[in-house]
């Protein structure tokens, strides 16, 4: 018991015995700095620095961007957009099973397998149990006639009969003389405008270029989106002043006509008007001369 308390007393001896630290000048030996320390003193402060370094380097992952660079570690918004993506890889999924197992009851209708389809669609079932026979399918007079007068017209006819919902006047282009009018016949769906080269192509109305690039066939080809399904389309032109994307006003130069690509024989314009994917003809609109 005795030897203990003397370990003990040794020990704390040990511990709070003082030391000086002196920083001196090495040429004059002159006392800088000088501190009293014992062990105690030093293992407290290299403990407390230890843990104040500790807690100040969680603190710095937790809090700033730097956590994104640990390995295995993910930001938040991260997380957040793959779970996003993995919802809509799921809805995706369940609407391609659901799209196929419609279009497999559709192919079943079709070819007349009414007896295994597993789903509800009454009318067609009710239509498939139907005896053909009790109907009488010859077509009358006015059928014949109107089937015989189809046949008989163009089948471009469709595009020239396409009509327009443009509620407002269309800017002219360029001036000049009409080379060639539309002919959809020849499927000619636009006007080719002669014009002195370097000519002003001006926007038609209101729009965004949706295509501004370089054809072998037809030079610097610029697309407009009008809104309300009407696009107009200019080619032939030498230059761009505009590009794709870009919105532009009714009457604004947006390129420069000209006599370039192997389908053009001269400066001239060659300008498309489409509305709801169908051609139309622009003297309908525009006054070109």
Do not use: C
């Not at 001896?13 to 000088?34: G, Q």
């Not at 620095?49 to 992952?61: E, G, K, P, Q, R």
């Not at 239509?127 to 026979?133: F, V």
């Amino acid at each position: 018991m005795a030897k203990k308390k003397k370990d003990r007393r040794k020990l704390a001896k040990k511990l709070l015995h003082k030391y000086r630290l002196v920083v001196l000048n090495e040429e004059t030996f002159e006392e800088k700095f000088a501190i009293k320390l014992t062990r105690l003193n030093v293992f407290v402060i290299v403990t407390l620095s230890a843990i104040l370094l500790i807690f100040l380097t969680t603190i710095l992952i937790a809090f700033t961007p730097l956590k994104e660079y640990i390995p295995g570690y993910s930001s938040t918004a991260l997380k957040q957009k793959a779970t996003r993506l993995n919802y809509k890889v799921d809805s995706l999924e369940q609407t391609l099973v659901i799209n196929q197992q419609y279009l497999e009851s559709i192919k079943r209708v079709l070819k007349g397998d009414v007896n295994t389809i597993e789903f509800n669609k009454d009318s067609i079932l009710q239509a498939a149990e139907l005896d053909i026979s009790e109907f009488d399918l010859s077509p009358s007079k006015e059928d014949s006639l109107l089937r015989e007068k189809v046949d008989k017209e163009d089948k471009y006819n469709l595009f020239e009969s396409a009509t327009s919902k443009v509620s407002f006047v269309l800017f002219t282009p360029v001036t000049g003389t009409i080379s060639e009018g539309y002919n959809p016949k020849e499927k000619h769906y636009a006007v080719d405008i002669a014009v002195a080269k370097d000519t002003p192509v001006k926007a038609v109305a209101d729009g965004t270029v949706i295509l501004a690039e370089w054809t072998t066939q037809t030079g610097y080809v610029i697309i407009i989106d009008h809104g309300n399904g009407l696009i107009s389309a200019y080619k032939h032109n030498v230059s761009l002043t505009k590009e794709q994307g870009e919105l532009v006003k009714s009457g604004e130069v947006i390129a420069i006509s000209g006599n370039a690509g192997e389908f053009t024989t001269g400066p001239h314009l060659h300008f498309e008007l489409w509305s709801n994917g169908y051609p139309i003809d622009p003297t309908t609109f525009i006054d070109f001369e």
